[in-house]
């Protein structure tokens, strides 16, 4: 994992590769390439920032190119089964022992659509056609990897983070209203191409495009996509024993991909099934190894919410440590000081202290020396863990007449008592049709996109939703922003592509099953966790007592930025001041059903607008530097 930028124009682009470049140095400390060439009155700049992962040596610095020199590249990411690949297509005195060597060889010998196909991984990559003087840019199936755009009458400007273009003189701090009625409305980012700024464009995943290095005016064009899940078309027909041993077979082999690593490989352990399943088979493999897994977990003692017993259990069970994470609320600049720097890095405003959380896990791991570190990210949408899973299959039923049917659901899940212990309606009002609209402003309002968080047609393709829009894109922009803070390389076994399109096609019956979310992953897996982990009830999420630090320790800090008339989410139209101080008060004398994030929305991004302002500010004076220097 690394960080990259690119830029082609009719104009010189030195000053803002350079300066961009230096801003993401945290996300590759371990190396550096810089490159600048002008043909014909167009500018191309191309900058690398190296985490060294796989092929530590100075052979694997980047931009690289192909033996026959033909091709250029300059990738961020990982492609796992990188040395399958190689085998596979007979590369044969490979230089450099990296993933990036291997890539760059495929995309000559086969050409970008079908390398890109092959690749079972997360990256971000342009790759320069030299002879052809054409420019391809790809992403992963699932965005883990960030590329974002700017175009102007020049050319085109793209970098691993949206905040690296704030130097640039066409990019402004114009919100994008619509990014601001989704976030403030329904808690919802990353749904599509758009950023939080009008200007700037995220590049989409699983796609691929084209920029004609003549004519860099002409911007990113043939954009195409590469890959889609297959969710409308059910598995083929098999016994549910079969199908259960397929799947953990699947989940095995993305394991063991993600184990590649020429550095130490951890795993961040929150004591649900997910990771749990993911610490076992990376602890097995490790250990036949000789080596020995990290376990790192987020802990709240004497919170409610404190996941300390499930840790314990798998310690126990794993005959390891844990190195546990605790969030103090005064510790170093306290929890608002730790805000603000999650903010600063995190391309926009963060939706919960979930991302605080990750930020201190992943401090953790580099104090531990693990560069790698495995989550379990993506199994919820994969398998239908979410509580809303079960709700909203039962209201497809009964909406197709089909009684019978969703009463037995209903009734295993009462029985079991997965779902009603933990209902809580300010969680769920989202999914019936409510929103916060009543805090937006004029500018956000007039941009609402309500999106249809209730609506299911078929399980399948509810999972889809959650994979393609509404759940897993933000999931991995914090990941990635948190993590990159630190240095560190997140991965994500259950992203395997593999297993996300397995458990969106197999059947509802091994999904929901018997009172049970997640089904077929706890069959698939009992026997090699202890039942309480396995068959556990409840589910906790990332959690934290968010509600106790807001309305506590940042409750004056919220009434004192929110109270002022000039705030900038006051000033833009994105909210509206007397509805927002009214619904604060509501919550945090606890009157009616204020959900967390209705009132955090807000103030997150007010305190994100302040920091775009600072480092725009900052950006272009050091581009201003290299212009006169």
Same mark, same amino acid.
């Given at each position: 994992?690394?960080?990259?930028?690119?830029?082609?124009?009719?104009?010189?682009?030195?000053?803002?590769?350079?300066?961009?470049?230096?801003?993401?140095?945290?996300?590759?400390?371990?190396?550096?390439?810089?490159?600048?060439?002008?043909?014909?009155?167009?500018?191309?700049?191309?900058?690398?920032?190296?985490?060294?992962?796989?092929?530590?040596?100075?052979?694997?610095?980047?931009?690289?190119?192909?033996?026959?020199?033909?091709?250029?590249?300059?990738?961020?990411?990982?492609?796992?089964?990188?040395?399958?690949?190689?085998?596979?297509?007979?590369?044969?005195?490979?230089?450099?022992?990296?993933?990036?060597?291997?890539?760059?060889?495929?995309?000559?010998?086969?050409?970008?659509?079908?390398?890109?196909?092959?690749?079972?991984?997360?990256?971000?990559?342009?790759?320069?056609?030299?002879?052809?003087?054409?420019?391809?840019?790809?992403?992963?199936?699932?965005?883990?990897?960030?590329?974002?755009?700017?175009?102007?009458?020049?050319?085109?400007?793209?970098?691993?983070?949206?905040?690296?273009?704030?130097?640039?003189?066409?990019?402004?701090?114009?919100?994008?209203?619509?990014?601001?009625?989704?976030?403030?409305?329904?808690?919802?980012?990353?749904?599509?191409?758009?950023?939080?700024?009008?200007?700037?464009?995220?590049?989409?995943?699983?796609?691929?495009?084209?920029?004609?290095?003549?004519?860099?005016?002409?911007?990113?064009?043939?954009?195409?996509?590469?890959?889609?899940?297959?969710?409308?078309?059910?598995?083929?027909?098999?016994?549910?024993?079969?199908?259960? #041993? *397929?799947?953990?077979? %699947?989940?095995?082999?993305?394991?063991?991909?993600?184990? $590649? &690593? +020429?550095? /130490? @490989?951890?795993?961040?352990?929150?004591?649900?099934?997910?990771?749990?399943?993911?610490?076992?088979?990376?602890?097995?493999?490790?250990?036949?190894?000789?080596?020995?897994?990290?376990?790192?977990?987020?802990?709240?003692?004497?919170?409610?919410?404190?996941?300390?017993?499930?840790?314990?259990?798998?310690?126990?069970?794993?005959?390891?440590?844990?190195?546990?994470?605790?969030?103090?609320? #005064? *510790?170093?600049?306290? %929890?608002?000081?730790?805000?603000?720097?999650?903010?600063? $890095? &995190? +391309?926009? /405003? @963060?939706?919960?202290?979930?991302?605080?959380?990750?930020?201190?896990?992943?401090?953790?791991?580099?104090?531990?020396?693990?560069?790698?570190?495995?989550?379990?990210?993506?199994?919820?949408?994969?398998?239908?863990?979410?509580?809303?899973?079960?709700?909203?299959?039962?209201?497809?039923?009964?909406?197709?007449?089909?009684?019978?049917?969703?009463?037995?659901?209903?009734?295993?899940?009462?029985?079991?008592?997965?779902? %009603?212990?933990?209902?809580?309606?300010?969680?769920?009002?989202?999914?019936?049709?409510?929103?916060?609209?009543?805090?937006?402003?004029?500018?956000?309002?007039?941009?609402?996109?309500?999106?249809?968080?209730?609506?299911?047609?078929?399980?399948?393709?509810?999972?889809?939703?959650?994979?393609?829009?509404?759940?897993?894109?933000?999931?991995?922009?914090?990941?990635?922003?948190?993590?990159?803070?630190?240095?560190?390389?997140?991965?994500?076994?259950?992203?395997?592509?593999?297993?996300?399109?397995?458990?969106?096609?197999?059947?509802?019956?091994?999904?929901?099953?018997?009172?049970?979310?997640?089904?077929?992953?706890?069959?698939?897996?009992?026997?090699?966790?202890?039942?309480?982990?396995?068959?556990?009830?409840?589910?906790?999420?990332?959690?934290?007592?968010?509600?106790?630090?807001?309305?506590?320790?940042?409750?004056?800090?919220?009434?004192?930025?929110?109270?002022?008339?000039?705030?900038?989410?006051?000033?833009?139209?994105?909210?509206?001041?007397?509805?927002?101080?009214?619904?604060?008060?509501?919550?945090?004398?606890?009157?009616?059903?204020?959900?967390?994030?209705?009132?955090?929305?807000?103030?997150?991004?007010?305190?994100?607008?302040?920091?775009?302002?600072?480092?725009?500010?900052?950006?272009?004076?050091?581009?201003?530097?290299?212009?006169?220097?």
């Amino acid at each position: 994992m690394c960080g990259l930028v690119f830029a082609i124009s009719a104009r010189p682009v030195r000053s803002f590769v350079l300066v961009a470049h230096a801003r993401q140095h945290y996300r590759g400390p371990d190396g550096e390439g810089v490159l600048f060439e002008e043909t014909g009155g167009v500018h191309m700049g191309m900058a690398h920032e190296r985490l060294a992962i796989v092929g530590l040596s100075e052979s694997g610095a980047q931009p690289m190119l192909s033996a026959s020199g033909r091709f250029r590249i300059l990738f961020n990411g990982e492609v796992y089964n990188f040395r399958e690949l190689a085998r596979q297509f007979g590369l044969h005195d490979l230089k450099s022992g990296t993933d990036t060597e291997v890539i760059v060889e495929l995309v000559e010998r086969l050409g970008i659509d079908e390398a890109v196909a092959h690749f079972n991984g997360m990256w971000a990559m342009v790759i320069h056609d030299i002879a052809a003087n054409r420019f391809y840019v790809s992403r992963d199936r699932f965005g883990k990897k960030p590329l974002y755009v700017h175009r102007d009458s020049g050319g085109v400007f793209m970098a691993s983070e949206m905040h690296s273009l704030l130097g640039l003189p066409g990019v402004d701090l114009t919100p994008d209203a619509v990014t601001a009625s989704r976030f403030l409305a329904q808690s919802l980012q990353n749904v599509d191409d758009r950023s939080w700024l009008a200007s700037i464009k995220a590049f989409p995943p699983a796609s691929i495009g084209e920029i004609d290095g003549t004519d860099p005016t002409a911007g990113v064009s043939n954009i195409r996509t590469f890959w889609k899940s297959g969710y409308e078309t059910p598995l083929r027909a098999q016994s549910p024993d079969d199908c259960i #041993e *397929e799947l953990r077979s %699947l989940v095995q082999d993305a394991v063991r991909l993600r184990l $590649h &690593a +020429d550095v /130490p @490989v951890g795993v961040a352990l929150s004591g649900g099934i997910d990771s749990s399943i993911i610490a076992v088979q990376a602890t097995q493999t490790t250990g036949a190894q000789g080596q020995r897994t990290e376990l790192f977990s987020a802990v709240n003692p004497g919170s409610k919410d404190d996941e300390s017993v499930h840790i314990d259990a798998m310690a126990r069970h794993l005959d390891g440590d844990v190195r546990r994470v605790r969030l103090d609320p #005064e *510790e170093g600049d306290g %929890l608002f000081g730790l805000l603000q720097t999650c903010i600063r $890095h &995190a +391309d926009g /405003p @963060v939706t919960s202290f979930s991302s605080l959380l990750f930020y201190k896990l992943m401090e953790s791991a580099r104090s531990a020396g693990i560069t790698v570190v495995l989550t379990g990210q993506g199994a919820d949408e994969a398998f239908c863990g979410y509580r809303k899973y079960p709700i909203l299959e039962i209201k497809r039923l009964l909406r197709a007449r089909r009684v019978g049917e969703a009463t037995k659901l209903a009734a295993g899940f009462i029985a079991n008592g997965t779902i %009603l212990p933990q209902f809580n309606l300010n969680d769920a009002k989202r999914y019936t049709g409510a929103s916060n609209k009543s805090i937006l402003g004029e500018a956000a309002a007039s941009a609402l996109d309500l999106q249809p968080l209730g609506r299911i047609t078929s399980l399948g393709e509810r999972q889809w939703l959650d994979v393609s829009k509404y759940s897993v894109p933000y999931l991995c922009h914090y990941e990635d922003r948190m993590s990159m803070a630190w240095s560190r390389e997140v991965r994500s076994p259950f992203l395997d592509y593999r297993v996300v399109d397995m458990g969106l096609r197999m059947p509802e019956r091994l999904k929901l099953s018997r009172g049970w979310t997640k089904y077929a992953l706890r069959k698939a897996f009992e026997c090699d966790l202890p039942p309480s982990i396995a068959w556990r009830k409840d589910k906790k999420g990332f959690a934290n007592p968010q509600d106790d630090w807001l309305k506590g320790n940042l409750q004056p800090v919220v009434r004192d930025l929110m109270g002022r008339n000039d705030a900038r989410v006051y000033q833009t139209g994105l909210v509206d001041k007397a509805g927002y101080l009214e619904r604060f008060d509501a919550y945090c004398a606890g009157r009616g059903h204020v959900w967390f994030r209705d009132v955090f929305a807000p103030f997150a991004l007010e305190l994100w607008m302040g920091t775009a302002a600072e480092i725009e500010q900052d950006l272009k004076k050091q581009m201003q530097c290299h212009v006169t220097a």
